[in-house]
């Protein structure tokens, strides 16, 4: 789903959410409250510059809105793998993400994350799993990393990462194994 759709069935037009590039940000009205909305689309990559924009959305919410409820939108593709990324200390951009959503969370903030396309590894981490409570629609694709390449870094057959996957949830892809 994409998140107009998404938006459109939550709010109705009853919401400001506006896409700059990967980077989704507004306001909507839910339950006659006004809540923030953040995140990210079309299987962002998350970098340096995309987690310090999210960050700072959290962190100009807790200022002036305090208590105001955070949804996180999710649909990313994982960290940034670029070395201007790296260099520019990737880390701390996605802990200072990380770190901001649990002040929200500290200061009374309700943080919620919507995975509702994809949400793999590190990109994940940084945005949905710092929050309070984090869902997924059905159709979501959630994991760590998909089998086969899986099967290329720990250099273990394909056909028993799959049969581990069926018991294993950490193996596992999917909605149902989250």
Not at 15 to 30: C, K, V, W, Y
Not at 82 to 104: K, P, T, V, W, Y
Not at 121 to 142: M, Q
Request: hydrophobic content about 45%; proline content about 4%.
């Amino acid at each position: 789903m994409n998140w107009q759709a998404l938006a459109e069935q939550l709010f109705g037009p009853d919401h400001s959410i506006q896409a700059d590039g990967d980077f989704l940000n507004g306001t909507a009205l839910l339950d006659g409250e006004s809540i923030t909305v953040v995140g990210s689309t079309h299987h962002a990559a998350i970098g340096v510059a995309l987690a310090l924009k999210q960050a700072r959305v959290i962190l100009d919410t807790m200022a002036r809105n305090p208590g105001r409820a955070i949804l996180l939108l999710v649909d990313t593709q994982g960290q940034m793998l670029r070395r201007r990324d790296e260099l520019l200390g990737i880390n701390r951009a996605m802990a200072h993400l990380g770190c901001g959503g649990d002040l929200a969370r500290k200061r009374g903030h309700r943080v919620i994350g919507l995975v509702y396309d994809q949400a793999l590894s590190g990109g994940f981490i940084a945005s949905g799993l710092i929050a309070d409570a984090c869902y997924a629609l059905p159709e979501a694709e959630i994991r760590v990393m998909r089998i086969p390449a899986m099967a290329r870094v720990t250099k273990l057959p394909e056909a028993l990462l799959t049969e581990l996957s069926r018991a294993n949830p950490v193996f596992a892809p999917g909605v149902e194994n989250y």
